[in-house]
């Protein structure tokens, strides 16, 4: 199983806000020994939307999660919920659960306001769009206020698109909550880790044969190259490493670390994360 991401607002590409989705859901991962394979950022265009989603869903028929982060209120801006309905080319209906969620949090509002409930009233009677999901969507509970995502799974493969709002303080616990729950056989004891090395004097194309001999030798084991020009302290260099689980990383270090002093290039500091 991938899993992907989509952060979906002009806001977000325009520089408004600065996303904060993408290193949490990266930290979320980490956590239960997953990793993200991939991430979008879409600004509010459906037809831009339209076309990642139907990504999406070909991904989760492949058995990927793919969370989406954004879009899924009720004001003209916000298309996600439209966009999902036609990537999939099904209609939109309201949730009968997303209703009553929805009423339920107007009714407390109004109770802490002080005020007369009045579920017609046309501003309580717009907010029922929030409910408003593709076809066969299910619902995801939303701890902070109660308006639920949603989510389409294919039954076939397990994998699924999950739909959440933008707002962090909402959507960090519904991802928590999908990863918890439709995502908990995935979850893993071992915790990845990297092992690097400073690598000054040489060059990537140099190192690569020494790289895929390593991913041969080690499958379970990924090798990276982070270079970089103008440090401060080690200037042009390389920091070369291996990732994956901490019980197969010793081997394949050691014989990264041999290969390199067979090259005769200059090591500076390990690293282990």
Not at 41 to 60: K, S, W
Not at 116 to 138: E, I, K, S, W, Y
Request: glycine share 8%.
């Amino acid at each position: 199983m991938n899993f992907g991401l989509i952060i979906v607002g002009d806001e977000i590409l325009s520089g408004k806000r600065e996303d904060k989705h993408l290193p949490k859901v990266i930290d979320l991962l980490n956590a239960r020994g997953l990793s993200l394979a991939w991430a979008r950022y879409v600004g509010d265009v459906r037809e831009r939307i339209t076309a990642d989603l139907r990504d999406a869903f070909a991904a989760a028929r492949r058995g990927d999660v793919v969370f989406s982060c954004g879009g899924i209120g009720a004001t003209p801006d916000d298309h996600t919920r439209q966009c999902a309905a036609a990537a999939l080319d099904v209609p939109l209906e309201l949730h009968p659960r997303a209703k009553d969620l929805i009423l339920e949090r107007m009714r407390d509002v109004a109770a802490e306001q002080g005020k007369p409930f009045d579920p017609d009233r046309a501003d309580n009677v717009h907010r029922l769009n929030m409910g408003v999901f593709p076809q066969g969507a299910q619902i995801i509970p939303n701890p902070y206020n109660k308006i639920p995502g949603f989510s389409l799974v294919d039954a076939a493969s397990g994998g699924g698109v999950f739909f959440v709002p933008g707002f962090p303080v909402m959507a960090w616990p519904m991802i928590e909550w999908v990863l918890d729950t439709h995502c908990r056989a995935q979850h893993r004891a071992v915790t990845l880790r990297e092992r690097s090395v400073i690598v000054m004097g040489s060059m990537e194309a140099t190192l690569t044969p020494l790289m895929e001999a390593i991913e041969a030798r080690f499958p379970d084991v990924k090798v990276f190259s982070l270079p970089s020009v103008d440090h401060p302290q080690w200037g042009r260099h390389i920091e070369l490493g291996v990732k994956g689980a901490e019980a197969a990383l010793a081997g394949a270090f050691d014989d990264l670390l041999a290969g390199l002093r067979a090259l005769d290039v200059e090591l500076g500091p390990e690293m282990v994360r």
